[in-house]
């Protein structure tokens, strides 16, 4: 089993950054490709960003590419989400998620993590 918990949401102005965590407990998540995902309200869950089990692959949706960073440390069994350049329709709660390969399906997912960009 894995228990995925975000952190680092909040409120922050057009133009700012936030770095979200996304933290693995109940086993490790290096072998996993590790996922964030948003959904706004009245929207469907969004695909943001991916980055393979090793970390050398990544992958971004072209809502937030050039702004948004997936990274991930594998000893600290975490992975991260940097957001530069916050636009107000980045509001969202934000969700991390694990597959068990590049290919497969999001079995794990976190509780998610609000952000919310106003000014």
């Known amino acids: 089993q894995v228990q995925l918990v975000e952190s680092g949401g909040g409120l922050v102005q057009p133009g700012g950054s936030l770095r979200l965590s996304c933290a693995a407990s109940?086993?490790?998540?290096?072998?996993?490709?590790m996922g964030w995902f948003r959904q706004a309200p009245g929207k469907e869950r969004e695909f943001i960003a991916a980055?393979?089990?090793?970390?050398?692959?990544?992958m971004q949706a072209a809502s937030v590419k050039g702004r948004f960073t997936i990274s991930r440390d594998i000893a600290k069994n975490t992975v991260y989400l940097q957001m530069n350049s916050l636009k107000s329709e980045d509001t969202a709660v934000y969700y991390c998620?694990?597959?068990?390969?590049?290919?497969?399906?999001?079995?794990?997912w976190g509780q998610g993590t609000q952000v919310t960009v106003s000014s």
């Open positions: 109940g086993r490790t998540v290096s072998g996993y490709t």
């Open positions: 998620a694990a597959a068990p390969g590049w290919t497969k399906g999001y079995d794990y």
């Open positions: 980055i393979n089990s090793d970390g050398v692959f990544t």
